[in-house]
């Protein structure tokens, strides 16, 4: 069958390079030091499409060297697993054995930079990479974090931690709460119990709390007995998986074969669970497990948030939610996100779901400066009808209820964009933004910088080749 997440703008790249020198339309701003990088799946070698999940691919990191007006460099790496350097050919380099075995999963969501280290923050095991993107190997921040690492942990730009929700089917009943201080180690991690096994892959953070979204994707017995065992076994197996989800820790056996027979050929063993009741979960910072408050939701799913902050006695969530995913189509979210706003009443006890935008829309993102405070204006990559998925990028005015759409065209396919205030001390929409146009009439992509406050072009930065469809796109700043 045809698989959407490997044709077209999503159709993985063939190989790596390296251009220099790369050709600039329009004037770079010369506050710009630093580099711009964007992860996403690109599996290697031959795939199933009848089974090939978007979510799996093997992890392709793209980035652009901007520094004194010039781009300096182009560079496009898969991301070194065991799995990659077998299928490429390589010998294997240093590693270090996950808890559960988990050493296949695509590292393919993002990039970050913490401790002066930049970070592939996969979800499953952290990997290190050299600032020209070459991947060192698995991170465990100095010994003091083990287990899986979330897909988007938040930095807070008070205190400079770095704070993560992370889960794992391998965790059983529980997500953990975790804070990477500056130095690069852990200082404080906590264990909270859920049920089922939710696919937790984002949260939120305000001044005073952590935000979790407990959603109905659960790990489904069915799946993950169907990549783990032969033909034969598969019913017993799925009859033990169904006795533990939820209850104790998944065997490490079980998770390090679930690992190597899903990646890259396997669908994710997470699907649409209506049974699972809708929630969030609202943790002091310094609290405790128990301290954790439940508030009931309508069922959806949130891969994205685009900012939290608290106002008196509630907390004003953000984000991009979708009806449902990974019920109909397992092989990614096919569901129209919309932008949305939670309001959780701490005193009252309930929430408050409005629409602020219905149409479709992701990668929603904030001034980084403002994470966890009250913010004004936020940016969605957004479809101007439905055979465009990603081709215009939305500024939305949350205080003046206004909205600005900068359409790129009908062959365009964008990804995510990420805000670089002008100076430190520059208002909220004073700065760039800046991501990766693929233009499919021509089979080649740019990197683009606007004008935050106006959505108009600053520049254009011509890249060599194509950068598929993919993920989280970041500004890495260089640091004295």
């Not at 020198?21 to 795939?47: A, K, M, Q, S, W």
């Not at 049974?275 to 969030?280: D, G, K, S, Y």
């Not at 002091?284 to 799913?301: I, L, N, S």
């Not at 009443?345 to 602020?356: I, S, Y």
């Amino acid at each position: 069958m045809d698989n959407m997440f490997l044709t077209g703008c999503l159709a993985p790249a063939t190989q790596e390079c390296t251009a220099t020198d790369l050709t600039v339309t329009g004037t770079i701003p010369d506050y710009l030091d630093g580099r711009y990088v964007r992860n996403g799946p690109n599996p290697v070698g031959e795939i199933d499409p009848d089974t090939y999940n978007w979510l799996t691919g093997d992890g392709m990191v793209h980035g652009v060297r901007i520094r004194d007006g010039h781009a300096q460099w182009y560079r496009n790496r898969w991301i070194r697993t065991p799995r990659v350097r077998a299928a490429l050919g390589e010998q294997p380099t240093r590693t270090t054995r996950h808890p559960a075995g988990m050493q296949f999963l695509g590292a393919n969501t993002s990039v970050i930079e913490h401790g002066g280290r930049t970070l592939v923050e996969s979800g499953v095991a952290t990997i290190e990479l050299t600032d020209e993107l070459d991947t060192v190997g698995p991170h465990d921040f100095d010994g003091t974090l083990s287990g899986g690492y979330t897909a988007h942990p938040k930095r807070d730009p008070a205190t400079g931690e770095l704070h993560a929700v992370s889960y794992s089917f391998s965790r059983g009943n529980t997500v953990q709460y975790s804070v990477i201080g500056t130095d690069g180690r852990a200082r404080r991690t906590v264990d909270i119990e859920v049920d089922g096994s939710p696919m937790m892959h984002n949260f939120s953070l305000t001044e005073n709390y952590v935000v979790l979204y407990d959603l109905p994707v659960t790990l489904a017995p069915g799946l993950a007995a169907e990549v783990t065992v032969p033909r034969p076994l598969r019913l017993p197996a799925k009859l033990v998986l169904s006795a533990l989800i939820g209850r104790v820790r998944m065997p490490d056996p079980m998770t390090a074969l679930l690992d190597r027979r899903m990646q890259p050929n396997h669908r994710l063993p997470y699907r649409w669970n209506p049974e699972h009741q809708a929630r969030v979960g609202i943790l002091p910072r310094e609290g405790t497990a128990d301290q954790v408050r439940w508030f009931e939701v309508e069922p959806c799913y949130v891969f994205h948030p685009l900012n939290a902050y608290e106002d008196g006695d509630t907390i004003v969530l953000d984000l991009a939610r979708h009806s449902s995913t990974f019920d109909t189509n397992l092989a990614g979210p096919v569901a129209v996100p919309t932008l949305d706003r939670w309001t959780v009443d701490l005193t009252g006890g309930k929430v408050r779901e409005e629409r602020l935008d219905d149409r479709g829309q992701e990668f929603p993102k904030a001034d980084d400066r403002l994470l966890g405070r009250r913010h004004r204006y936020g940016y969605t990559v957004a479809g101007t009808g439905a055979e465009r998925p990603f081709d215009a990028l939305i500024k939305h005015d949350f205080t003046g209820g206004s909205a600005i759409t900068r359409d790129f065209g009908s062959t365009a396919y964008a990804s995510e964009f990420a805000f670089v205030p002008a100076h430190a001390d520059a208002a909220e929409d004073e700065g760039v933004l800046m991501g990766f146009i693929h233009d499919s009439s021509i089979g080649r992509s740019d990197l683009l910088l606007l004008d935050a406050g106006t959505l108009d072009t600053v520049a254009t930065i011509q890249l060599p080749n194509r950068v598929p469809g993919g993920f989280h796109g970041e500004w890495l700043p260089t640091h004295p």
